[in-house]
């Protein structure tokens, strides 16, 4: 089945380590996005990546970094240098224009 | 820039009573819009779109229609029940550009028996 897959789906780490976040996906998507979900808020866009090797910064980079070095592949490094990292993390993938974006079950981080 | 707002909630309803999430748009020219839906600790499903305006988009007895001259795309459904309680979220795609989905905070909405 096509799809876009979060690993892990929990994970905790010790404030001031980085951690990378998973995201896969097999729809031949050419676009992919990484948004931030605080308790009781919307979604705000921290990256996003239209095409291989090129990748933009969203509203909210400070702290974060990506690469996409495979079509499949969009991984995010939650910094030492995000100030409040703990959030539920989720990419979504989608054909270039104007079409739904498909989101991942997500990935949330505590950071203790 | 572009924005969405939505009522906020959370919306308490009894089981086969009807809904309405009320949902306007800020932006230029004529938008992609949609609703998605959020089940608990779970990722975004998108419920419904439409792209160009009257439009109507409809899935599991959920509906939305485009209205530009009022700027909204408020969703609808006759009859809910238990199993749609979830956080509502509209969302919106400039147009002529990317891909970047511009949400609304979200709206929680709980069906009792």
């Known amino acids: 089945d096509g799809g876009i897959t979060q690993s892990p789906k929990y994970l905790f780490r010790k404030e001031g380590q980085n951690v990378t976040l998973s995201c896969e996906q097999n729809?031949?998507?050419?676009?992919m996005y990484w948004y931030r979900q605080d308790p009781g808020q919307g979604l705000r866009l921290i990256y996003y990546?239209?095409?291989?090797?090129?990748?933009q910064k969203g509203d909210i980079a400070e702290g974060y970094s990506v690469s996409r070095e495979k079509k499949e592949s969009f991984p995010l490094t939650v910094t030492s240098a995000q100030k409040n990292p703990t959030a539920f993390y989720l990419c979504a993938s989608s054909m270039r224009r104007n079409t739904e974006a498909f989101f991942g079950q997500g990935t949330r981080l505590t950071v203790v | 820039g572009d924005s969405v707002t939505q009522m906020e909630g959370p919306v308490t309803l009894s089981e086969e009573a009807f809904l309405t999430i009320n949902c306007t748009y800020t932006a230029t020219g004529y938008p992609s819009l949609f609703w998605y839906v959020q089940y608990p600790g779970e990722g975004l499903q998108l419920l419904l779109k439409?792209?160009?305006?009257?439009d109507k988009g409809s899935n599991k007895g959920f509906e939305a229609t485009y209205r530009k001259e009022t700027t909204s795309f408020h969703l609808e459904k006759g009859s809910v029940q238990v199993s749609d309680s979830a956080v509502y979220f509209c969302a919106l795609i400039p147009s002529g550009g990317y891909n970047k989905l511009i949400f609304g905070a979200g709206t929680r909405l709980a069906v009792h028996p």
């Open positions: 990546s239209q095409i291989v090797n090129d990748f």
């Open positions: 439409a792209t160009k305006a009257d």
């Open positions: 729809l031949n998507h050419d676009a």
